[in-house]
C-alpha cells in the first residue's frame, strides 16, 4: 500500500505554535493595568488548560500523540507568555501630564488628507499583546503612535502615508483612572 494512504506518519507531523505580537528590537515591553491582567488571566486560562491535559493522559481513550500536541502547543504558549509577563513593565501616567499623549492616553482627534477633514476618531496607545484587540487600540510602536507622542490637545502633527501628507489634529487626550 502506498505510504500516502498510511497513518504511521503522525508523529513526524510538525506543530506550529503561533508567535506572539513581537516587540520591536530594544523597546520596552510596556502594558497597561488591563493589559497585564488580560496576560494574566490568559496565563490562569493555559495553567487550567494543561491540568486538563495532563489530566486526559490517564484516560485509556486519549489519542496519546493528539496528546501530545496538545500538550506541546500549550507548553509553549504557557514559555512565551510566562517570558512576556516576565519582561512587562506596567505604565502609569505622572501626576501633572494628563493632557500629553504618553503610552495608555486615550487620544481623540481628527486628520486632514489633501485638505477633506476626516470624522473624528478615538485611539487608546496599549502595549502590544492587548493591541489589536479592536480597531481603537494601538500598539504604543505602530507608526500613528509614534506621530502622536508627546502631542496635546490643540497640536497639530503631520505623517507620511502612501496617498500623501496626513495631518493629525489633536482634540483631546484622557487616561484610565486606576481600578
Given at each position: 500500500?502506498?505510504?500516502a494512504?498510511?497513518k ?10 503561533p ?14 493595568g488591563?493589559?497585564?491582567?488580560l ?11 494543561r491540568?486538563q ?6 484516560d ?22 510566562t ?6 513593565r506596567l ?17 481623540t482627534y481628527?486628520s486632514i ?32 503612535a509614534?506621530a ?5 490637545p ?26
Amino acid at each position: 500500500m502506498n505510504k500516502a494512504f498510511t497513518k504511521d506518519d503522525s508523529s513526524n507531523d510538525l506543530v506550529v505554535v503561533p508567535e506572539r505580537a513581537p516587540l520591536p528590537p530594544g523597546v520596552p515591553n510596556y502594558v497597561t493595568g488591563r493589559g497585564m491582567r488580560l496576560l494574566e488571566e490568559e496565563r490562569e486560562q493555559l495553567v487550567a488548560q494543561r491540568s486538563q491535559l495532563n489530566a486526559a493522559e490517564m484516560d485509556e481513550g486519549t489519542d496519546t500523540e493528539e496528546h501530545r500536541k496538545q500538550l506541546g502547543v500549550v507548553n509553549k504558549r504557557l514559555r512565551d507568555l510566562t517570558e512576556r509577563i516576565a519582561t512587562a513593565r506596567l505604565v502609569t501616567t505622572p501626576e501633572g501630564q494628563e493632557q500629553i499623549v504618553r503610552f495608555g492616553a486615550t487620544i481623540t482627534y481628527r486628520s486632514i488628507l489633501e485638505d477633506v477633514v476626516s470624522e473624528v476618531r478615538r485611539i487608546k496607545l496599549v502595549g502590544v499583546d492587548e493591541a489589536g484587540e479592536n480597531a481603537s487600540l494601538v500598539a504604543f510602536c505602530a507608526p500613528i503612535a509614534k506621530a502622536l507622542l508627546g502631542q496635546r490637545p490643540g497640536d497639530k502633527v503631520s505623517r507620511p502615508t502612501q496617498t500623501g501628507d496626513e495631518v493629525l489634529e489633536i482634540l483631546d487626550v484622557g487616561y484610565e483612572t486606576a481600578k
